[in-house]
């Protein structure tokens, strides 16, 4: 993503104070931006896994006006990984001007995450409900979204397309996906 990408001028401050009081907890902020523009930042819940946000993903213009933050759930120590995702995501709104559709898995034809099985992302609800993913302005209006990335191996990406994320997710719980050295179950 180019330094110099398209960002709205809009100056509603409901999507940084979401991301910023999101989990109920400080966020940690990384000190690199993707394309110069979009902040990342790390929550650490109690309840939960580490979460690796964006803040200033909702100013990129899309096409559809949609405007969303992202998310990518993963353990201690693969946050790189989620900062490859959330660099492709990103890029992607920017170089296309769409958001990642939901429940609709991006499948690479390799993995993208060296030594590694995982080659798709899929933009999924979070396990956190709609706290977590509808973003509200002070009237309580819903003027967008978080997405929560979900980084997948072919296989699970394949299961997910022809039995739905609902099974998929069931099948094999949300903390069974944080960790993205699991096994690929195709070569296992």
């Known amino acids: 993503m180019s ?7 809009v100056s509603d401050d409901s999507f940084p104070m979401h991301v910023f009081h999101a989990l109920g907890v400080d966020p940690i902020v990384y000190e690199e931006r993707i394309g110069g523009a979009v902040m990342v930042v790390e929550k650490r ?3 939960g896994p580490i979460t690796v946000m964006t803040s200033g993903a909702s100013r990129l213009v899309t096409d559809s006006g949609e405007r969303v933050e992202l998310a990518v759930e993963v353990v201690d120590g693969q946050q790189g990984a989620a900062l490859v995702a959330l660099r492709i995501v990103c890029d992607d709104i920017a170089t296309h001007r769409r958001v990642p559709p939901m429940l609709a898995p991006w499948r690479n034809d390799a993995p993208f995450l060296t030594g590694t099985a995982i080659s798709a992302i899929m933009a999924t609800p979070s396990r956190w409900g709609d706290a977590f993913d509808e973003v509200r302005n002070d009237d309580g209006h819903v003027v967008g979204h978080v997405r929560t990335l979900r980084l997948l191996t072919d296989r699970e990406a394949a ?5 739905g994320w609902d099974t998929l997710r069931d099948a094999l719980g949300l903390d069974a996906l944080l960790d993205v050295e699991r096994p690929d179950p195709a070569t296992s």
């Open 159 to 163: 299961a997910a397309t022809a039995e």
């Open 45 to 47: 819940p109690a309840d």
């Open 3 to 9: 330094d110099d990408i398209p960002v709205s001028a």
